[in-house]
Every structure is written in C-alpha cells, then in structure tokens.
C-alpha cells in the first residue's frame, strides 16, 4: 500500500524521523498532520474550487490507516496487541474515551470505526475473512486458527 504523505515541510521530516525511530506519532498533532496532507492533497489538484471537505476526510483517512499500520507494525515487534497500547492509539484515531474500554476486541473496533471499516474485528469465527485491505487481518486471522484447534 503507498501513503500519501505530505510532499514537503516540517511535519513530513517530523513524521517520516518518528516514524524511522518506530515511536508512534504523537509530537505531531493530529489536526497539523491532516491539515497540511489536506492542503498538498488541494496543491495536487491545482486547488480547483468545491473539493476542500473531499481533501480533508481523505487526509483524515489516510491519518488513521497510518496510525494504525504503526502501531500494527511495533505490535508485532514488540510481542502483540496490548490494551495500554490499543488506548493510546484509539486516542490518536479521534475514539472518545478510549480509557473507559477494557477490552481488546472493543478497542478494536472502536478504531475501525474511527477508521470507517466496518467493526468486525473476532465476529465471526465460522467464516474467513474477506476484506483484503483490512490492516487488522492478520491478527484476527490469529484468533481463528486457535478456535479451530
């Protein structure tokens, strides 16, 4: 998958620094992120009028499908989902609240959502999973070979 980050500027250095030193972004504010993804995203298109809500829920997408592929990625490094983890990242996807939940499953979903993904994280353990592009298929496909042992 390519991101799409912003072409030049401060917060792409601080981005791909934190990101190459695997520390999940946190000294860059979610809102400074989109805003300047959004605004490359507007240069790209020569800023042609009616598309600044298109360009700013795209940036936002493309904020939490990064988010969560680094924290999926030090996920799997570091040994495997965690709840403290899952709330931090939750917290940096826009979920409300995400102390208040104390379950793995639930965290997860709640950032699908966040994600506009369709919360079926652990649902179903009859069936296979079919969406190619979800970032949390590998570890919902973990959980379904140890139902079928």
């Not at 917060?11 to 990101?19: P, R």
């Not at 972004?25 to 042609?48: G, P």
């Not at 600044?52 to 997408?61: K, P, Q, S, T």
Request: charged residues 25%; hydrophobic residues 40%.
């Amino acid at each position: 998958m390519k991101w799409l980050w912003p072409e030049q500027g401060a917060i792409k250095n601080e981005i791909l620094h934190l990101y190459n030193s695997n520390q999940i972004v946190e000294k860059v504010t979610r809102h400074q992120w989109i805003s300047e993804a959004a605004y490359y995203k507007a240069e790209a298109r020569h800023f042609a009028p009616g598309r600044a809500l298109d360009d700013w829920l795209a940036a936002e997408n493309d904020y939490v499908k990064m988010q969560v592929a680094l924290y999926l990625s030090m996920a799997e490094e570091d040994g495997g989902l965690t709840i403290p983890g899952l709330q931090q990242l939750a917290k940096s996807v826009g979920v409300e609240n995400p102390e208040s939940i104390n379950l793995k499953i639930e965290l997860v979903q709640a950032i699908q959502n966040a994600a506009h993904h369709r919360p079926c994280f652990r649902t179903d353990h009859d069936r296979t999973c079919h969406e190619e592009d979800c970032k949390w298929r590998a570890e919902c496909h973990k959980l379904i070979a140890v139902w079928h042992r």
